[in-house]
């Protein structure tokens, strides 16, 4: 029962460094998703994908890429990371269904990847 | 557009007694589905609850059940016979039937006393 993987846990960057945080599930789910935590605030979403291939912006997508060759992978990338990226990023995933897509399905987390700036 | 409204920032219960977190959301569209998550010191978002909008009746889910409003657009978290494992943060989120994103406020940080 792995669900949602997310690695690393914890990560320490300098300012300008890149890096990618890696996500994978394997309940076979369309959706997927990125968001970040900062400190005492809700969770922001950064890009989804409804499928292998497809991907959108979130409502802060600035400062990232994604991508999604595979249906198990959604892996999320900091080209020039900034300290005002320091924060938990959240893998989520969702089952969908053909006509009413992720409508009504919880999302499943991952345990998050704590990433600071320095 | 669509936001989600969590008015408490923190709350705090005594064990065993009952505690209500309040959510508040705004959309122009008329099916949706309503959630509560949890997120324990661990972390990892838990699904505690979920409410169709269709549905007037509440969801509940053993010590968990809801208060839905829909004419309000309320949607609170109802808590019995709190325990210390309660203790989290609790997110109300909802997404529309016909779209893939989710949106969630910006919590409530419970603390259950011994």
């Known amino acids: 029962n792995a669900g949602v993987t997310q690695t690393p846990k914890f990560r320490i960057l300098k300012i300008g460094q890149s890096m990618t945080l890696q996500c994978t599930q394997d309940?076979?789910?369309?959706?997927m998703y990125w968001y970040r935590q900062d400190p005492g605030m809700g969770l922001k979403l950064i890009y989804y994908?409804?499928?292998?291939?497809?991907?959108d912006k979130g409502e802060v997508p600035n400062g990232y890429n994604v991508s999604r060759s595979t249906t198990e992978d959604f892996p999320l990338r900091l080209e020039l990371a900034a300290p005002s990226q320091t924060s938990v990023y959240f893998c989520?995933?969702?089952?969908?269904?053909?006509?009413?897509?992720?409508?009504?399905?919880?999302?499943?987390f991952g345990d998050g990847t704590r990433l600071s700036i320095l | 557009a669509q936001t989600v409204t969590q008015s408490q920032p923190e709350m705090s219960v005594q064990e065993a007694e009952t505690v209500t977190l309040s959510c508040t959301y705004d959309?122009?569209?008329?099916?949706?589905?309503l959630f509560w998550y949890k997120q324990p010191p661990s972390r990892q978002m838990i699904l505690v609850i979920r409410?169709?909008?269709?549905?007037?009746q509440n969801a509940t889910e053993n010590r968990f059940s809801v208060n839905f409003q829909k004419a309000a657009k309320s949607f609170s978290l109802k808590i019995s016979d709190s325990q210390l494992g309660d203790t989290a943060m609790y997110f109300c989120a909802f997404t529309l039937l016909t779209g893939n994103q989710f949106y969630f406020g910006t919590g409530t940080s419970l603390t259950v006393i011994p």
């Open positions: 989520a995933s969702s089952y969908s269904r053909l006509r009413t897509g992720v409508a009504g399905q919880p999302q499943h």
């Open positions: 309940m076979n789910h369309n959706y």
């Open positions: 959309t122009s569209e008329n099916n949706y589905y």
């Open positions: 994908s409804v499928g292998a291939g497809i991907t």
């Open positions: 409410q169709e909008a269709y549905k007037q």
